[in-house]
């Protein structure tokens, strides 16, 4: 079946320095992959997302990127800030099904 | 803004009882679904209904567990009888069911079984 994989399960970064998650998918049906943030006790929340037709969707900050051929995408945070600390997942999804299969999670620690 | 409403937010119950989780998506969002979070792990499907019909549970352990959306509105997962591995925390999410279809989860539910 579908797999997401996620790495680093940790990621420690000085405030104001990049950084960087990366997803695998399997299947190459998928096309839609969104990214949430779910702080300590609070619910999983969307902060971007980017669809199987475009290889970069940038919002602020955050940006994602896409490589279907590779079948892989990433978050990138930029001038990362404490409020940033929290887990991040990723998700695959092909449109129709509306299922989404998660990755294992990443948890980002930005240092004052 | 509206969001998913989900009851209790805390439950702690002992093995071999019955547990219920609530769950009310977003107004008018026809799919809703059922994941399970262990610790230090992605969400995971358990079940999703389109309206009141279920799509997909294939990963719901049948044995114990339950889930409906009798009307295609709210939902209720139940557990009996609870074991120490269903300790977790239970999220519902909505998502409108058609295009490209974004999840918005609830608080979720997290369940501790002694």
């Known amino acids: 079946g579908e797999n997401v994989e996620q790495h680093p399960s940790t990621l420690s970064v000085q405030e104001g320095d990049s950084a960087v998650i990366k997803c695998t998918y399997s299947d190459s049906a998928s096309n839609y992959f969104p990214w949430y943030k779910q702080e300590l006790g609070k619910r999983p929340q969307l902060i971007i997302d980017?669809?199987?037709?475009?290889g970069e969707k940038k919002d602020q900050r955050i940006a994602v990127t896409l490589n279907k051929t590779a079948k892989h995408f990433s978050l990138h945070i930029t001038e990362t800030q404490p409020e940033d600390s929290a887990v991040y997942f990723c998700a695959a999804s092909t449109s129709g099904t509306y299922k989404y299969i998660f990755g294992t999670g990443t948890r980002l620690k930005v240092l004052a | 803004e509206a969001e998913v409403a989900q009851s209790p937010r805390y439950k702690i119950t002992e093995k071999s009882q019955a547990v219920a989780f609530w769950c009310d998506p977003i107004?008018?969002?026809?799919?809703l679904y059922w994941y399970r979070q262990i610790l230090g792990q992605g969400p995971e499907l358990l079940v999703q209904f389109q309206d009141e019909s279920v799509v997909d549970d294939s990963q719901l352990p049948k044995d114990r567990f339950s889930a409906e959306r009798l009307k295609g509105v709210d939902s209720t997962l139940k557990i009996q009888p609870a074991e120490l591995g269903d300790s977790a925390m239970y999220l519902c999410?909505?998502?409108?069911?058609?295009?490209?279809?974004?999840?918005?989860f609830g608080p979720g539910t997290r369940l501790t079984v002694l």
């Open positions: 107004s008018g969002h026809a799919t």
């Open positions: 980017i669809r199987s037709n475009v």
């Open positions: 999410a909505s998502s409108t069911g058609t295009g490209w279809d974004t999840q918005y």
